[in-house]
């Protein structure tokens, strides 16, 4: 490998080279207010920006070590997402007064950051969704 510069800064052809993803997904100037939950501020980018800007463009790696299994993952995610939306109700928990509990934007930090555990209320959209996962239960366990 050859020797390179970024930024004035050198770097030899033989060193490893560990992207920070948590600061390229926390980058107010390309993600304004990223913390909050604002999917639509995908659908805002033209195709420019979306081509620069789209997590899928770094979370899964880069060049020759990119992750072999990206496509999969994608794909069972998206079926496994819209399954649970399509069949699920998912709300704020609820305390015993009957309001809705926000849940604390807390981390787990490491190598692979992760939501802490909070509460929240999932339940089935109608009696219908209920059987058919017991039919697919049954047909698993077979």
């Given at each position: 490998?050859?020797?390179d510069?970024y930024?004035?800064?050198?770097?030899?052809?033989?060193t490893?080279v560990?992207?920070?993803?948590?600061?390229?997904?926390?980058d107010?100037?390309?993600y304004?207010?990223?913390?909050?939950?604002r999917?639509?501020?995908?659908?805002?980018?033209?195709?420019?920006?979306?081509?620069?800007?789209?997590?899928?463009?770094f979370?899964?790696?880069?060049?020759?070590r990119?992750?072999?299994?990206?496509l999969?993952?994608?794909?069972?995610?998206?079926?496994?997402?819209?399954?649970?939306i399509?069949?699920m109700e998912?709300t704020?928990?609820?305390?015993?007064h009957?309001?809705?509990?926000?849940?604390p934007?807390?981390?787990?930090a490491?190598?692979?950051?992760?939501?802490?555990?909070?509460?929240?209320f999932?339940?089935?959209?109608?009696s219908?969704?209920?059987?058919?996962?017991?039919?697919?239960?049954?047909?698993?366990?077979a």
């Open positions: 490998m050859q020797d510069e930024r004035g800064y050198r770097i030899p052809g033989d490893m560990i992207p920070n993803i948590w600061a390229m997904s926390q107010v100037t390309f304004p207010k990223p913390q909050q939950f999917p639509e501020r995908f659908a805002e980018m033209d195709s420019q920006t979306s081509a620069s800007r789209d997590p899928r463009q979370v899964f790696g880069f060049g020759r990119i992750c072999p299994g990206r999969f993952a994608e794909e069972g995610m998206w079926i496994a997402f819209a399954s649970i399509a069949t998912i704020k928990a609820r305390d015993v009957g309001n809705d509990i926000t849940p934007l807390a981390f787990q490491g190598f692979a950051s992760r939501a802490l555990p909070f509460r929240c999932i339940h089935p959209r109608s219908a969704i209920v059987d058919i996962v017991r039919q697919m239960n049954a047909y698993a366990a």
